[in-house]
C-alpha cells in the first residue's frame, strides 16, 4: 500500500521518481498489473487475435529497453525503482484512463490523462537517467517506437488488425 501511496504522490507531482521505495515485488507487481490493463484495452477493442501476447510482448519490450538505456548510461541499479515508476504510474493512469473513456461527459479527458502519462514518464526517465528534459523525451518516443517494432516483427498481423480497429473507428465517427 505504501507503493500505492508513493506512486499516487508521483502522479500529482508531491514526490520526486528517485524517491520511491526500493521494491522488487512492487516492479513485478506493476509490470503485471501493466500486462493485465494491455490485456483489458485490447479485449475491449475487441479486433486483436492475441491480446495478451500483444501486451506481454509491448510491455516486455519497453522493460528491455528501459534496461538497455539504463545499462548503457551506468545506472541498471536503478531498474527496479524506474520499472515501478513506470509501470505503477501506467497502470493508474490507465485505469483512470479506461473509466473516462466509458463514461460520456469525461470522454474529453482521456487526452489529458494520455498527455499527463506522457509528462510523468519524462520526468521519470529524466530522474533516472539524470539528463535534461529534452533527451528524456527522446529516451521515452524511443522506448515507445522499439516496443511498437518488437511488437511487429513478432506479430506482423498486428499492424493489419491495428489498421482494421482504425477503420471501425472512422466508420464509427461518420
Not at 508513493?6 to 501493466?34: G, H, K, N
Request: aromatic share 10%; charged share 10%; with cysteine.
Amino acid at each position: 500500500m505504501n507503493i500505492l501511496l508513493q506512486l499516487l504522490e508521483i502522479i500529482t507531482l508531491r514526490r520526486e521518481p528517485q524517491d520511491l521505495q526500493y521494491d522488487e515485488m512492487a516492479a513485478a507487481f506493476y509490470f503485471v498489473a501493466s500486462v493485465g490493463l494491455g490485456y483489458i484495452t485490447h479485449i475491449i477493442a475487441a479486433v486483436y487475435s492475441q491480446p495478451l501476447m500483444y501486451s506481454v510482448v509491448l510491455n516486455c519490450a519497453q522493460a528491455g529497453t528501459l534496461y538497455g538505456v539504463l545499462s548503457l548510461k551506468g545506472h541498471k541499479n536503478r531498474f527496479v525503482q524506474t520499472c515501478t515508476a513506470v509501470f505503477g504510474v501506467t497502470v493508474l493512469l490507465g485505469l483512470a484512463r479506461l473509466i473516462f473513456a466509458h463514461i460520456p461527459l469525461l470522454g474529453i479527458l482521456v487526452l489529458a490523462v494520455v498527455g499527463w502519462a506522457l509528462y510523468l514518464l519524462v520526468i521519470i526517465v529524466r530522474a533516472a537517467l539524470d539528463c535534461s528534459t529534452i533527451n528524456a523525451l527522446l529516451v521515452v518516443i524511443v522506448m515507445e517506437f522499439v516496443s511498437v517494432v518488437v511488437l511487429l516483427l513478432v506479430f506482423p498481423q498486428f499492424l493489419v488488425e491495428f489498421q482494421q480497429l482504425l477503420e471501425v473507428a472512422r466508420s464509427n465517427n461518420n
